[in-house]
């Protein structure tokens, strides 16, 4: 079974600041996908960053890099330069084998001017 | 890049009455969707594997007579509520995989669900 675990209900960062969302995952699975998504409070999903567990170097996209851990079983976003649009709930979620999505329970990140 | 629409964004309801929602890939063609609900300030949960041109595999908990899942084309897959109650009330959203290897999946808008 797959679990994922994002113990941050609430991060509160100012513009222009970085800030690192916590993920830690479990699975018994070698191969396995982690993703981060971000809910704006209109509903919608956004892919934002994947990682794949033989990935040898951290996923970037933009201003959004993962730092993955792999003993350590973590897969934390990291945003850098926060703006106030990225005030949103974010997921964290992984897949193994046949694309089902595990997700976490979510950080919501308030970004203040 | 890959689309997913999902129709409507938001209904309202009576309760007894059955509602339908649609999801679909605009560019590619989508052998696996999956439904998800998602209550207030909470994760997403799984109810529904869709497969085209087969039964929809449920999660555990998920009454299949409930919620009806129809997968007719390889772009377009149906949630139907039926008699809809106000605890089913929630938000409702699909994703959808291009190639479904665990590549990443893409959502539709999700579908606001109130039934009164």
């Known amino acids: 079974a797959q679990k994922i675990t994002q113990t941050q209900p609430g991060m509160f960062v100012q513009e222009k600041e970085a800030v690192t969302l916590d993920c830690t995952y479990d699975t018994s699975d070698q191969s396995y996908g982690l993703f981060w998504y971000k809910q704006p409070s209109s509903g919608e999903m956004i892919f934002l960053i994947y990682q794949g567990s033989y990935d040898e170097q951290n996923a970037t996209e933009g201003r959004y890099s993962l730092n993955f851990q792999k003993a350590r079983k973590s897969a934390n976003l990291v945003i850098s330069a926060s703006q106030l649009g990225d005030s949103a709930m974010y997921f964290c979620a992984m897949t193994s084998g046949y694309s089902t999505l595990t997700f976490g329970k979510g950080t919501m990140l308030l970004v203040s001017p | 890049g890959a689309v997913v629409s999902q129709h409507p964004s938001r209904v309202i309801c009576k309760s007894g009455t059955s509602v339908k929602i649609e999801c679909r890939s605009l560019d590619f063609q989508a052998t696996t969707m999956f439904w998800y609900r998602q209550f207030p300030k909470q994760s997403l949960m799984l109810m529904a594997t869709?497969?085209?041109?087969?039964?929809?595999?449920?999660e555990q908990g998920v009454e299949k007579d409930k919620f009806l899942i129809n997968h007719a084309s390889l772009t377009l897959s149906t949630l139907t509520v039926t008699s809809a109650h106000p605890e089913d009330s929630s938000f409702y959203i699909c994703?959808?995989?291009?190639?479904?290897?665990?590549?990443?999946?893409?959502f539709g808008n999700g579908t606001r669900l109130t039934v009164t």
């Open positions: 994703s959808a995989s291009l190639t479904g290897d665990g590549s990443p999946l893409h």
């Open positions: 869709s497969n085209e041109g087969s039964k929809a595999t449920y």
